[in-house]
Each structure stands twice: as structure tokens, then as C-alpha cells.
């Protein structure tokens, strides 16, 4: 019996990474499986589960945090969502603001970490870790497309939710790039539970002082919980964590725990957070079922992303 377990445990042997000229990308996330290059084989591991989700008829999860968006890597996201490889995006407000903000022309530029913020508050410029947001192509910007097209979206209606509300942003966007306009064309619904924590939000508050305007934020609890009771399995990949992490794995739990997951996350879980834990700790809440695919990588999403995403769509 010790025997037969330890050949077991061993009989995957480390392979040496051998480059060749023109590799593809899936083609070296392929060689990631024997590496044991530490995060590498859950690169690996990930894309398998991925490519199961896809093809077991499972009701696909998106969850990112709104850094991203201010980032290249909205691109490939916005591919995700069109291919309809997900079927139901949570995000924050912050990932709201910034594809509004860049679908209306604000120019959002490349920087570095070590800038001296001190400096850049003088002469008005946000800094996101190594991305540089003039003060002018953020929060004024997005005050004046919010009050642009807000009145024409909820012309004569009694109460909107925050789903439908962003659905009718994105019909607004011409950019091919947006999260919101992906979305609107594959008619995938972007849920955002902390909808006021943000420009976005906080304009709709600003805009309800003055005018008529009634969010139902039940509305999207309602319709949250229908898809996961409507589905026969669920999958998430999980960028990141906070409130948009907590929402996918929080409605899961409703119906026995997510069925695939997959974490890209740099956080650590040594101070109980949410945004640390590891999918093996969602399983003793029930968010994630006991016989459930999972992994977790840690690692940069602007890295890891890329290379998930190259060998699925």
C-alpha cells in the first residue's frame, strides 16, 4: 500500500523547458504541465479546467477587479465577454469608471510605480501603480457622459437596475474595446454590487438629488440568483478579489457551490481576507462544492491573463 502511494505521488517526473523558435503560446503553456516550475503547471492545470468549463455546458462566472480596465489587458477581457466564453461579468464601479472614461477618449498613459505622487497631485495627474490618468479624462470626464446620456436612459421609467442601467451605457460606446460594448453585443449582463463606490455611481447619486432616478438593486440579487438556480453547473475565473470575488462564490453557495474555479490573485490568506483566500477555504462555506475543479495561481493578472486567455479564445 506505501508503496503503491508513493509511486503515485511521483510518477509525474520534472521536464526540462526546451525553447524553439515560433512557439505559440499554447504550445508553452503546454510545457508548463511538467515544469514544476511552481506556478507554471497551475497555468497549465487552469487552462485544462477552462477548456471543461467550456465545454461542459456550464454557466460561466467573470469576476475582475476595476484596476485592470485601466490597463491593455481590458482588451482581452473585452474578447472574453464577446466570445461569450462567460456568460455573467461582476466587477466593481472602479472597472465601470475607467472603460467609460477610455471609450470616451481619455487618455490614459504609461508611467512608473516610483513617480512622485506629491509632484503629480501639483499638476493634476491620477496615478494607478504604473498607469497616468489626467484629472480632466477621469472624474469630469465621466460626470459629463453620465449627466449625456443618463435622461434619454431612464426616460419614463420608474426604477432601473444596475445591470440594465450599464446594459444601456454600452449600447451608447462605439469602442470595440469596451468592456460595456462587448457585453451589450453578446448580451451578457455585468452585475456591480458596490455600484456607488466610484465616479460612476457617485454621479448617479449627484444626478438623483436633482431629477428623478430609482436603482433597484434587488432587481439584480433576483436576477443573479435565477442563473445559478437555472444552471445545471457553474464555473468561475476569479481575477483579483474584494466585493466582486465575494459576489460569484456568495450566490454559488445557493446552489451547492461553484462546479469550476480558478483564482488569479497576488494577495496572501494569511490575514483571513477574502481577497487572500484560497478556493479550499470557499469549500468549507459551500461556495465552492467539495468535488469541484479548482485551482489557484498566484501571480500578476496582467501576466498570467494573457497566457490563460491565448489558449481559449
Known amino acids: 500500500m506505501k508503496e503503491d502511494i508513493r509511486k503515485e505521488i511521483i510518477k509525474e517526473k520534472v521536464e526540462d523547458l526546451l525553447l524553439e523558435k515560433d512557439l505559440k503560446v499554447n504550445e508553452l503553456v503546454n510545457k508548463f504541465k511538467n515544469l514544476g516550475g511552481f506556478m507554471a503547471p497551475r497555468i497549465y492545470k487552469a487552462v485544462e479546467i477552462m477548456k471543461e468549463m467550456i465545454s461542459s455546458n456550464s454557466t460561466n462566472f467573470l469576476s475582475f477587479t476595476g484596476n485592470l480596465i485601466a490597463t491593455g489587458i481590458r482588451g482581452v477581457i473585452s474578447q472574453l465577454i464577446r466570445k461569450r466564453i462567460f456568460h455573467v461579468v461582476i466587477t466593481t464601479c472602479g ?4 472603460d467609460i472614461a477610455r471609450s470616451f477618449g481619455a487618455k490614459y498613459s504609461c508611467g ?5 505622487d506629491v509632484f503629480l497631485n501639483k499638476i493634476e495627474i491620477h496615478r494607478l501603480g504604473n498607469v497616468l490618468i489626467p484629472l480632466e479624462d477621469y472624474g469630469p470626464l465621466i460626470e459629463k457622459i453620465v449627466r449625456k446620456y443618463l435622461p434619454e436612459i431612464i426616460k419614463d421609467k420608474e426604477e432601473i437596475s444596475p445591470s440594465e442601467l450599464l446594459r444601456e451605457f454600452g449600447s451608447k460606446i462605439e469602442d470595440k474595446n469596451s468592456i460595456l460594448r462587448a457585453a451589450y453585443e453578446a448580451n451578457v449582463p455585468i452585475f456591480v454590487p458596490g455600484i456607488i463606490d466610484g465616479a460612476f455611481g457617485t454621479n448617479l447619486f449627484f444626478y438623483s438629488k436633482m431629477n428623478k432616478l430609482k436603482l433597484n438593486l434587488f432587481k439584480d440579487m433576483e436576477i443573479l440568483l435565477n442563473i445559478v438556480f437555472d444552471s445545471k453547473k457553474t464555473g468561475a475565473l476569479i481575477i483579483g478579489g474584494g466585493i466582486s470575488k465575494h459576489h460569484v462564490i456568495w450566490w454559488n453557495q445557493f446552489k451547492e457551490g461553484l462546479d469550476y474555479c480558478i483564482y488569479i490573485t497576488t494577495a496572501m490568506e494569511y490575514d483571513g ?3 487572500g483566500a484560497m478556493p479550499r477555504e470557499a469549500i468549507s462555506w459551500g461556495k465552492i ?7 489557484a495561481i498566484i501571480g500578476e493578472a496582467s501576466i498570467i491573463l494573457p497566457l490563460i486567455a491565448s489558449c481559449i479564445i
Open 95 to 98: 472597472a465601470i469608471d475607467h
Open 112 to 116: 512608473e510605480f516610483e513617480y512622485d
Open 273 to 275: 481576507s477574502l481577497s
Open 289 to 295: 462544492k467539495p468535488t469541484a475543479k479548482h485551482i
